[in-house]
Structures are given as structure tokens and as C-alpha cells.
């Protein structure tokens, strides 16, 4: 099994869908977790990082369940410049990231 | 946050010769810095943790006399792909982190390409 496993996707939305992205990790002991977003060749961005209680940031909402091992991403009213690949990262002792799953938003 | 510099952000190279890829942290002090390898389509991997002033610390089944890291300041830590082969064509980047458990400042990577 995987570290963190994530599913590659594609995602083909129209602007203004709502998509989620889901996450799982083997690690139980991890402690801090991470949405990260990467355009084609280039690096890593981090979008948003992820805590118990959840956390909002404009269109992203992030959540995490421990008892599960379960991240996951909502993004609300897509646009077309939230095309990209979205890395799920987790850290424990060290990070570890998932193949990430892409994102593609049509007109 | 952390600003990391990495140069080149591409080279090509011919196959059995050296290359090296340098990482500045600009605005931090970085003990410890990471150096990552993705082949596309795939996750980033850790190759190695680079030390300053010490050995850089190596994950399994990365050769670390092929991957050569010198961490000589902490604004600098340097991969040198030695020997380069076509199988070696990826995706370098590095990064650091400001803290225990905190995010991950990337450099812009580096696309190497052994002809």
C-alpha cells in the first residue's frame, strides 16, 4: 500500500462546478498535513495547510479525519486558472507527497 | 515563508557527464535542505537530506557517490549528478523547511535531460 495515495484523475469540470478531492495515508503517526498545488514543470505550491477542525480559504475547504487517515479538498466555483495537479502531503518524519490528482476546468 | 533559488531551471547534458544543480535559501538560515526527483507522472520522491556541515543523509536505493550533495554554507546546498545517464533525465528540485513539521519552500526545480 501506498503512503498517500491519492486518485490520479482527471477531473474535466465546467467553470463554476464544485469538485472534491480525496486522500488517504498508511501513516498513522503523522503530524501535519498539506494541500499543494503544481502547475506542468513547475514546482509545488502549497495551497492550503490542513488541521483537524478543518479550515476554509476562499473556495478551498480542507478537511482531515484522523480516525479515518482521510484528507480531503473541496474547491467551490472552479475557474479556469484552478487547472493544475494537486498534491496531498503528508508529514510525517518526513514528507511525503502523493502522485497527485489533475485538475482540468472547460469553459 | 522561505524563498529558495534553484539554478539551472533546465539543462541538457550528454550522457557520462557531470551536472550541477545549485539551491539558495535567500531570506533563512537552513541547517537542512531536500533534495527531490520526479519522473513524469509520478509523485515527488526524497533522494536525500542535505546537512550543513555534515554527510547528506540518503534514502534507500539512491546512490549517494552518484548524487553528490555539498551543503558547505546554510544558504547553499549543491546535487551534482555525476556520470549522467539517459535513465537519470527528471525532475531535481530542492527545498527547505522553516520548521518541525511545517510546510515545504520549493525551489523552481531543475529539468535535466541526458541525451
Known amino acids: 500500500r501506498k503512503e498517500v495515495e491519492q486518485d490520479p484523475g482527471p477531473f474535466n469540470v465546467p467553470e463554476g462546478a464544485t469538485v472534491a478531492f480525496n486522500c488517504t495515508y498508511s501513516?498513522?503517526?503523522?503530524?501535519?498535513f498539506f494541500w499543494y498545488r503544481q502547475d506542468c514543470r513547475k514546482e509545488p505550491k502549497l495551497l492550503m495547510s490542513?488541521?483537524?477542525s478543518g479550515n476554509e480559504d476562499g473556495r478551498f475547504t480542507a478537511q482531515l479525519n484522523r480516525a479515518s487517515q482521510y484528507i480531503s479538498l473541496l474547491i467551490r466555483d472552479s475557474k479556469l486558472s484552478d487547472s493544475a495537479t494537486y498534491l496531498c502531503v503528508v508529514n510525517g518524519d518526513k514528507l511525503i507527497f502523493g502522485t497527485g490528482t489533475r485538475l482540468q476546468v472547460f469553459p | 515563508g522561505a524563498v529558495v533559488s534553484q539554478h539551472p531551471s533546465w539543462v541538457i547534458c550528454k550522457s557520462g557527464t557531470s551536472v550541477k544543480i545549485e539551491c539558495r535559501s535567500l531570506d533563512f538560515q537552513a541547517t537542512t535542505m531536500f533534495w527531490y526527483r520526479q519522473f513524469p507522472k509520478q509523485s515527488l520522491m526524497l533522494m536525500a537530506t542535505s546537512n550543513e556541515g555534515s554527510k547528506a543523509t540518503y534514502e534507500q536505493g539512491v546512490e549517494k557517490d552518484k548524487f553528490l550533495i555539498n551543503h558547505a554554507s546554510l544558504t547553499l546546498s549543491t546535487l551534482t549528478v555525476t556520470s549522467a545517464h539517459p535513465e537519470d533525465s527528471s525532475f531535481y528540485i530542492c527545498?527547505?523547511?522553516?520548521?518541525?513539521?511545517?510546510?515545504?519552500?520549493f525551489g523552481q526545480g531543475t529539468r535535466l535531460t541526458v541525451v
Open positions: 501513516n498513522s503517526a503523522s503530524q501535519s
Open positions: 490542513v488541521y483537524s
Open positions: 527545498s527547505l523547511e522553516t520548521g518541525e513539521n511545517t510546510e515545504a519552500f
